[in-house]
Nanobody, 124 residues
Framework: QVQLVESGGGLVQAGGSLRLSCTAS????????MGWFRQAPGKEREFVAR????????YYADSVKGRFTISRDNAKKTVYLQMNSLKPEDTAVYYC?????????????????WGQGTQVTVSS
């Protein structure tokens, strides 16, 4: 069972930045595709970004493209989400997720392991 632990959430003003981290317990982390998702109150969980095993290929939701950057450090078994130019509509619980089957998808139902989530609140 893979455990994922997120950190780095908090309260920030609009236009500010935060960096989220997600550390895995499994040393096979380097073989997993990883993704970030978010869920705002009353809304469905939505895709934010995903990254290939080496970090060379990334995908973003249109709503965050140009503002967020996903990256990973396989030696530290950690994936990051750098969030810049934050907007109030970015307010949500952010989750990292692992895709050990390497399906290369933005569909949350296809990810096998999830972290507990970290709250990001952006004030206007």
């Amino acid at each position: 069972q893979v455990q994922l632990v997120e950190s780095g959430g908090g309260l920030v003003q609009a236009g500010g930045s935060l960096r989220l981290s997600c550390t895995a317990s499994d040393r096979s982390f380097m073989w997993y595709l990883m993704g970030w998702f978010r869920q705002a109150p009353g809304k469905e969980r939505e895709f934010v970004a995903r990254i290939s095993t080496t970090g060379g290929i990334t995908y973003y939701a249109d709503s965050v493209k140009g503002r967020f950057t996903i990256s990973r450090d396989n030696a530290k078994k950690t994936v990051y989400l750098q969030m810049n130019s934050l907007k109030p509509e970015d307010t949500a619980v952010y989750y990292c997720a692992a895709d050990p089957r390497r399906q290369g998808t933005s569909d949350a139902t296809r990810y096998d392991y999830w972290g507990q989530g970290t709250q990001v609140t952006v004030s206007s």
